[in-house]
């Protein structure tokens, strides 16, 4: 079992800049990646930024360039810093872990922390 808790989030203007931070806890050595998602209403959640233990990072196409994640395995911490912030960007963000399993993979999620981009 791994426990997510995510901080950091609130309300910025554009062109602003936010930290989004996630704690993890429990079985946090089987943690194969880390990241982040959002999610708007009436929408899927997609995925915004990934990082592997090995470093390698995933970014949506439209954030590169203005999101940064990076990692603290020594704390057991994620973090998601966001720069250049637009209108669109806003949403539910989730912390992600990806935990191996014998046999395959197993998701968990933190509680969500909103961030909202004013116009």
């Known amino acids: 079992q791994v426990q997510l808790v995510e901080s950091g989030g609130g309300l910025v203007q554009t062109g602003g800049s936010l930290r989004i931070s996630c704690a993890a806890s429990?079985?946090?050595?089987?943690?194969?990646?880390g990241g982040w998602y959002r999610q708007t209403p009436g929408n899927q959640r997609e995925p915004v930024a990934i990082?592997?233990?090995?470093?390698?990072?995933y970014y949506l196409e439209s954030v590169k360039d203005r999101f940064t994640i990076s990692r603290d395995n020594a704390k057991n911490m994620v973090y998601l810093q966001m720069n250049s912030l637009k209108p669109e960007d806003t949403a539910v963000y989730y912390c992600?872990?990806?935990?191996?399993?014998?046999?395959?993979?197993?998701?968990?999620w933190g509680q969500g922390t909103q961030v909202t981009v004013s116009s």
């Open positions: 990082v592997s233990v090995g470093g390698d990072t």
């Open positions: 992600n872990a990806r935990v191996r399993r014998t046999y395959d993979f197993q998701d968990y």
């Open positions: 429990g079985s946090t050595a089987s943690i194969v990646t």
